[in-house]
């Protein structure tokens, strides 16, 4: 039986010459890629994907910064003037006497008398005791900073070193305020004698010809 089953094996694996016609010449490939050449193209392909991604995506600070920009376009397309930013404007104001640089001097909206001495530099030995440092500047004051043994210099237009008082200047004093001329001071003394006075700065918007912005000029100018 072994011996039959040998037999029968021999001859199935005997050659019968149709082995040949299974041989056929297959074209050679044109591309041949490497498996170092497919990780490359692999790596490369990544990178791009993940450049295209990033820049595609929104950025939040470009799309914040931008908005202003189409609104003053839009207002000025339409002949409007856009609103004005308070914070970035400026002011001329005047500072003589024994300071190193006198004359006009720009200076921000906010300033103080302070800074207004800072900028036009005080001579040694002047005496700034009198200057009321904290005052608000407005824009056309003049500072005037005493020389060395001079007097203090009396109160005059646009003065900020001895402020005004509301309850008991005089029409002439009041007059020396930036925007107020004749008419509105005696608008103010008329206020004070019918109200008994002021109680606060901010009560002069009550007086016919002062509204908010000229308050404003004042702060830092009256007391009470």
Same mark, same amino acid.
Request: aromatic share 2%; no cysteine; net charge negative.
């Given at each position: 039986?072994?011996?039959?089953?040998?037999?029968?094996?021999?001859?199935?694996?005997?050659?019968?010459?149709?082995?040949?016609?299974?041989?056929?010449?297959?074209?050679?490939?044109?591309?041949?890629?490497?498996?170092?050449?497919?990780?490359?193209?692999?790596?490369?392909?990544?990178?791009?994907?993940?450049?295209?991604?990033?820049?595609?995506?929104?950025?939040?600070?470009?799309?914040?910064?931008?908005?202003?920009?189409?609104?003053?376009?839009?207002?000025?397309?339409?002949?409007?003037? /856009?609103?004005?930013?308070?914070?970035?404007?400026?002011?001329?104001?005047?500072?003589?006497?024994?300071?190193?640089? /006198?004359?006009?001097?720009?200076?921000?909206?906010?300033?103080?008398?302070?800074?207004?001495?800072?900028?036009?530099?005080?001579?040694?030995?002047?005496?700034?005791?009198?200057?009321?440092?904290?005052?608000?500047?407005?824009?056309?004051?003049?500072?005037?900073?005493?020389?060395?043994?001079?007097?203090?210099?009396?109160?005059?237009?646009?003065?900020?070193?001895? /402020?005004?008082?509301?309850?008991?200047?005089?029409?002439?004093?009041?007059?020396?305020?930036?925007?107020?001329?004749?008419?509105?001071?005696?608008?103010?003394?008329?206020?004070?004698?019918?109200?008994?006075?002021?109680?606060?700065?901010?009560?002069?918007?009550?007086?016919?010809?002062?509204?908010?912005?000229?308050?404003?000029?004042?702060?830092?100018?009256?007391?009470?």
């Amino acid at each position: 039986m072994r011996q039959r089953i040998i037999d029968r094996l021999a001859e199935l694996s005997r050659p019968t010459g149709e082995e040949d016609l299974l041989d056929v010449a297959f074209p050679r490939p044109r591309l041949q890629v490497t498996l170092r050449q497919g990780v490359l193209a692999l790596a490369a392909t990544g990178v791009l994907l993940l450049g295209w991604l990033m820049f595609r995506a929104p950025d939040p600070a470009r799309q914040v910064t931008s908005a202003p920009v189409i609104a003053v376009a839009a207002s000025t397309s339409t002949g409007e003037t /856009p609103l004005r930013d308070p914070v970035a404007e400026t002011m001329v104001v005047s500072v003589v006497g024994a300071v190193e640089r /006198p004359g006009l001097h720009e200076l921000p909206a906010d300033s103080r008398a302070a800074d207004a001495l800072t900028v036009a530099g005080v001579l040694p030995g002047a005496d700034t005791r009198n200057i009321n440092l904290a005052a608000r500047l407005v824009d056309g004051m003049q500072l005037t900073v005493p020389l060395p043994g001079e007097s203090p210099p009396a109160a005059g237009p646009g003065a900020a070193d001895t /402020p005004v008082s509301l309850n008991s200047a005089t029409a002439e004093q009041l007059g020396s305020l930036p925007g107020i001329g004749a008419a509105t001071s005696a608008a103010i003394i008329t206020h004070r004698a019918e109200h008994g006075g002021f109680s606060a700065v901010g009560d002069l918007v009550a007086v016919p010809g002062i509204g908010p912005a000229k308050l404003a000029r004042l702060e830092g100018l009256v007391t009470l």
